[in-house]
């Protein structure tokens, strides 16, 4: 028998094995190849620049590597892909490059399109004849270009004007270390000093009081602010994010004649002194800026002459404030610096004591660190986390932990806290902000809060402990006399409410806390005395009442239940029904209209609060006719039964927005009133002739002669009380001292003892 054999499946079996083997060759050498070649143009940023930590953990770094990358695609720069050319310092020098390319682009720009009435002084004849110009003017606006912000130390470098009726805009350089003539700084001023003190040229300006401060520096007193923008904006729109005038035109430019982009300083020159810019950059830049001034005045005063009480509120509040706060911060503060070294070694002797205890309880750790510090409260100790506060160390967080552990170490630490703020915040820090006259000189902004209220900083009077304020002095033969409006917010509140109750023991010369407190109590006016409970809960009570503080923030102040303290709140609002009105009103005014008003008409803005007010209220009714409620429960989410579990989630989806403004509408109209009386009552002083050094709160802080009289005191008063006339009267407390904090009322002075 012939044996045959079938070659053909081996055969194609090998072929397709030798095939197979080529094929793998080719993949692993495809691999190489790829693995080994140059990434190509989107492979390389995303290896080399997207991916890298630099970039990915910083949003604004990445923001100029795309920029990088997109100049280099659009062919503005050249950049080399190559394994050793780029790299994230590679792309962040490009973009600095680009940064100095695109400043000089704007900058030229501008001196190319510089307007025909934008012109520079330098001469003597120039000079005469702006001066002329301006003597024919009702109103021009006015601006300081210095070599920076300080004040006190830093100089002008050029003035800028703008003459309406002229039409033309000005620059005269004084100090510029540039090439190019210039007139001198006090031939400039001398010639001004008549138009720049003439209170019958209205003048407009921007953050009017730096300038005012800056032209003191060099002897002239600016008079005759007609118009602030800044300050102007800022009572019409209390919510704008930014007052800084380039932000403000270009945001708003498009209605008085500025459609393009104004670049803020920054964006064109840096950090570079002005005294350091080219006369014709120096000429568009700070025309301009008195320029946009001037139209955005006209702009500002179309709308305040279409709401009669904002204009009173610019032109009888805000703008006479101006010249009170220059003469606040120019008065300055005299600080005892033996006293705040005897202070200072003192609290830190205080310190380490302090430090020695924690390390007993907590060990040898960095108390300062919030990560050191977690992990011994809550790894070690395995102390509870608070509810929304996972692992944090922040005040609010250890009192909370303290009284929930009763942990000795956290009150040291509390302590420790307090006592190394004062030290670095205060002690230490004050003594090194005096200027060379030997003062501290701080800063007052009257526009800094929502509601009107004055806010300081350098140091910023409202935060600064009892204790620290002993740092201040009075000079020789002076006395610090501070003069407090007396409960001024729940007279504002008896007022606009109209409430007889409320208003009941401010008529009678009754105390206020005792009658509130015994009426809601239900106990005898005797038993609410000033050690009383009754009264000191219903200190709290009230301001609660008045400005809707949760019944959980109020049980943890009063120390009592949820339950009792949400009954506390209708307790009161039963007592006082008209009170109850008086906010309901608001919230339902808020809700229709989206702004609230002060007595004197100053507006409180919340755009975007009437949709879900009207939804708030929606749910909430519908809640409470499934329960049959007149209001929600406090404790709503726990009617899982009766309530459905989508209607709970809704509500609570715009519950806290909701009250969030409705708390602030409230606030807004009695704080802000009392803000506003505030300020007419620093008017007021300032009219008598009085040196105010400050004011804190509802308190004015004045510097007086130490052999000031009763009578002189109760004519200071007088110009407090007059600041408003209300349904119930107004009361002041005041005390003299020569180290603040340590004062001495008005009746025991007089009666013979010493501040």
């Not at 080994?36 to 995303?46: C, I, V």
């Not at 509500?651 to 505030?678: P, W, Y």
Request: proline residues 3%; charged residues 30%.
């Amino acid at each position: 028998m012939e044996l045959t054999v079938d070659l053909q499946p081996t055969m194609i079996a090998e072929k397709q094995n030798e095939q197979e083997a080529m094929l793998r060759a080719k993949e692993a050498q495809e691999k190489y190849i790829e693995a080994t070649r140059e990434p190509e143009w989107e492979d390389a940023w995303q290896i080399k620049v997207f991916s890298k930590k630099a970039i990915t953990e910083n949003p604004r770094n990445r923001e100029k590597a795309i920029a990088v990358k997109k100049a280099c695609e659009a062919g503005e720069i050249r950049l080399d892909i190559s394994s050793k050319k780029l790299s994230c310092a590679a792309v962040f020098r490009l973009w600095r490059e680009l940064q100095q390319q695109d400043t000089a682009r704007k900058i030229n720009e501008l001196i190319a399109n510089t307007p025909a009435n934008y012109r520079l002084v330098q001469t003597e004849e120039q000079l005469d004849q702006l001066v002329t110009d301006l003597q024919q003017e009702d109103e021009i606006a006015v601006d300081t270009e210095t070599t920076g912000l300080d004040v006190y130390n830093d100089v002008i470098v050029g003035l800028s004007f703008t003459l309406p009726k002229a039409d033309y805009h000005v620059y005269i350089p004084v100090a510029h270390k540039v090439a190019g003539q210039q007139l001198s700084r006090r031939a400039v001023l001398t010639a001004l000093k008549p138009i720049l003190t003439d209170v019958n040229i209205g003048k407009i300006l921007h953050n009017s009081k730096y300038d005012i401060h800056m032209l003191i520096r060099h002897g002239l007193r600016l008079r005759g602010i007609k118009h602030d923008t800044m300050i102007a904006m800022a009572v019409l729109n209390e919510n704008e994010p930014t007052l800084a005038l380039k932000n403000l035109a270009t945001k708003y430019g498009k209605y008085f004649g500025f459609e393009d982009k104004s670049y803020t300083y920054e964006e064109l020159f840096g950090k570079t002194s002005f005294a350091e810019i080219p006369l014709d950059a120096a000429l568009v830049y700070a025309a301009k800026d008195t320029h946009l001034t001037y139209e955005l005045y006209k702009w500002q005063r179309q709308h305040l002459n279409q709401k009669e009480s904002l204009r009173l509120i610019y032109d009888e509040l805000e703008n006479p404030l101006i010249d009170v706060c220059v003469d606040m911060e120019q008065a300055g503060f005299l600080i005892d610096m033996d006293f705040a070294m005897e202070y200072k070694a003192e609290l830190k002797g205080e310190i380490a004591g302090l430090e020695a205890n924690l390390t007993e309880h907590f060990g040898d750790i960095n108390f300062n660190s919030p990560l050191q510090l977690a992990a011994v409260l809550y790894d070690k100790l395995k102390l509870p986390v608070i509810k929304g506060k996972e692992r944090s160390t922040d005040v609010k967080t250890l009192k909370k932990l303290r009284d929930e552990t009763k942990h000795e170490g956290i009150d040291v630490l509390l302590k420790y806290r307090e006592l190394t703020k004062l030290l670095g915040t205060y002690v230490e820090a004050l003594p090194q902000l005096i200027k060379k006259d030997g003062l501290l000189h701080g800063s007052f902004n009257q526009v800094a809060t929502v509601t009107g209220r004055f806010a300081s900083r350098e140091p910023n009077l409202q935060n600064l402990p009892p204790r620290a304020r002993r740092l201040i002095v009075a000079p020789e033969d002076s006395l610090i006399l501070g003069v407090d409006f007396s409960q001024i917010e729940p007279r504002v509140l008896a007022h606009m409410s109209g409430d007889p109750h409320l208003q009941e023991p401010y008529l009678k010369g009754q105390d206020l806390y005792s009658t509130l407190a015994s009426r809601v109590f239900k106990v005898s006016y005797e038993e609410c005395g000033d050690d009383s409970k009754y009264r000191k809960m219903m200190k709290v009570g009230l301001l609660a009442v008045m400005y809707g503080t949760s019944m959980w923030t109020l049980a943890d102040q009063l120390g009592i239940t949820v339950e009792e303290a949400n009954q506390f709140i209708e307790d009161f609002f039963a007592t006082y029904p008209d009170v109850y009105a008086f906010i309901c009103a608001t919230h339902e005014f808020a809700k229709q209209n989206e702004y609230v008003e002060t007595l004197y008409g100053r507006k409180r803005r919340f755009p975007g609060h009437r949709e879900k007010a009207i939804v708030y209220d929606k749910l909430a009714t519908e809640i409470c006719e499934i329960l049959g409620t007149k209001a929600v429960p406090y404790d709503y989410w726990q009617y899982k039964k009766e309530l459905p579990v989508i209607l709970r989630r809704q509500f609570r989806a715009v519950k806290g927005e909701v009250e969030r403004v409705r708390r602030m509408a409230v606030n807004a109209r009695i704080q802000g009133t009392a803000a506003d009386i505030m300020k007419r009552a620093l008017i007021n002083l300032y009219n008598d002739g009085r040196k105010i050094i400050g004011t804190v709160h509802d308190e004015a802080l004045l510097i007086v002669n130490k052999n000031i009289t009763l009578a002189e005191v109760e004519k200071i008063e007088a110009c407090m009380i007059r600041s408003a006339n209300l349904n119930v009267p107004i009361r002041v407390d005041t005390e003299l001292s020569t180290r603040w904090g340590t004062g001495i009322k008005k009746g025991a002075y007089f009666n013979g003892n010493v501040a």
